[in-house]
């Protein structure tokens, strides 16, 4: 075994280039090659991006459409439509809701409204018939203020079938 060594002094010297990184923590660098672009722009655009990135893996979950595994050109092509077609309803949702003053995203909306259900109740009666009951839950107030901006008025009707015999 080495004899143990104990420190004298210590001395810290901070490079140039380390000072140049910490400067920029917390900060977004964005480089572009235009020139003919303000600034300001340049971050709307970058932002605009984000959020439809955010917005497809949302929605790309949702819908079940993760992972993509497609081999044939016409299941790609499905995957697309269907993929934009549901961001164009989420964007017109959005910008609806801005309109009225509600700037939440799709996120925040999603996980509002994610408690509102739809029922399906299946029972049998003492006459042995089969019942069929669909009900929807009665909104909570943040939920209707949503409904009310998109201007959705009706909530589904409840619906009661006897649908056969035990």
């Not at 400067?23 to 977004?28: A, D, E, W």
């Not at 993929?83 to 009225?100: D, M, N, P």
Request: charged share 25%.
């Amino acid at each position: 075994m080495s004899p143990k060594r104990k420190v004298k002094s210590l001395e810290l010297i901070e490079k140039d280039s380390l000072k140049q990184k910490t400067s920029l923590y917390g900060c977004y660098v964005i480089t572009t090659n235009r020139k003919d672009i303000e600034a300001s722009e340049i971050w709307n655009l970058y932002m605009t991006l984000t959020k439809v990135e955010n917005a497809f893996r949302s929605l790309k979950s949702s819908l079940g459409l993760r992972p993509v595994h497609h081999q044939k050109e016409t299941r790609t092509v499905g995957h697309l439509f269907i993929s934009v077609l549901a961001y164009h309803l989420l964007a017109s949702i959005e910008y609806s809701l801005k309109q009225s003053g509600d700037n939440r995203g799709w996120s925040t909306i999603k996980e509002v409204l994610s408690t509102h259900l739809r029922s399906t109740l299946i029972f049998s009666d003492n006459k042995d018939q089969i019942h069929h009951l669909r009900v929807s839950s009665t909104p909570e107030p943040e939920q209707k203020a949503i409904y009310d901006a998109l201007q959705i008025k009706d909530k589904l009707p409840r619906k009661h079938k006897i649908i056969g015999s035990l």
